[in-house]
């Protein structure tokens, strides 16, 4: 019987490595492929557009403050709800808050004290000692058919748009006005408004 010649055992080793090896090569390749989609994957979730968390992006800046003349607006408010039927004649600022002179339906005044922000009433309504004029000029400014204390700021607003007011109060002279008076940093110090109409009737400017 004839033999066929042996290999060398190194070369028997390697013919033995070679399946192993492609093997291994096999799963390389899938290993490179399963991190190239995490990569992928990753790329796209940085590229995507992010927010902030606060919603602003949806709903644009949210929670400021409101302006000084909506605070006014809201002191007018406060203030006249404390009397009954109540419409607020005269607001002044002050250091810590508002004071408010609030007409009720017999003509009769009251002070009101209101916040910094408008919220609520800090004093009063204390009613004031009105003449039997006064009665009358009140209760003919309750009836004249006025513009209410917010269109009179917008028609200020409209003639001196920057600046903070100081007072407004609603008077009558030789007709019903709107009178109001600015912060020193307004380019005017005061102006009067038919409380009518709301035409602007005269403009005190600084010199």
Known sequence: MH???????????????????LAMGACGDDDTDDTDGANDS????????????????????GGAEGTDDEVIETVAATAAGAVDEGIA????????????????PTGRRSDVVVSV??????????????S??????????REAGTIDLAAALAAARAEVPTGPIDSIELDELDRALWEVEFDFTAPARALKLD???????????RD
């Open 89 to 104: 004649f005269a607001i002044e600022r002050e250091d810590d808050g508002w004071e408010v002179e609030v007409v009720g």
């Open 117 to 130: 922000d408008g919220a609520e009433v800090v004093s009063g309504p204390t009613a004031e000692s009105t």
């Open 132 to 141: 039997t004029d006064d009665l009358a000029e009140n209760n003919r400014l």
């Open 3 to 21: 033999l066929a010649p042996s290999l060398p055992p190194r070369r028997l080793a390697l013919l033995a490595a070679v399946p192993l090896m």
């Open 195 to 205: 409380a009518v109409t709301g035409e602007v009737v005269e403009v005190e400017t």
């Open 42 to 61: 990753a790329d796209s979730s940085s590229s995507a557009p992010q927010g902030d968390g606060t919603g602003s992006d949806a709903n644009g800046a």
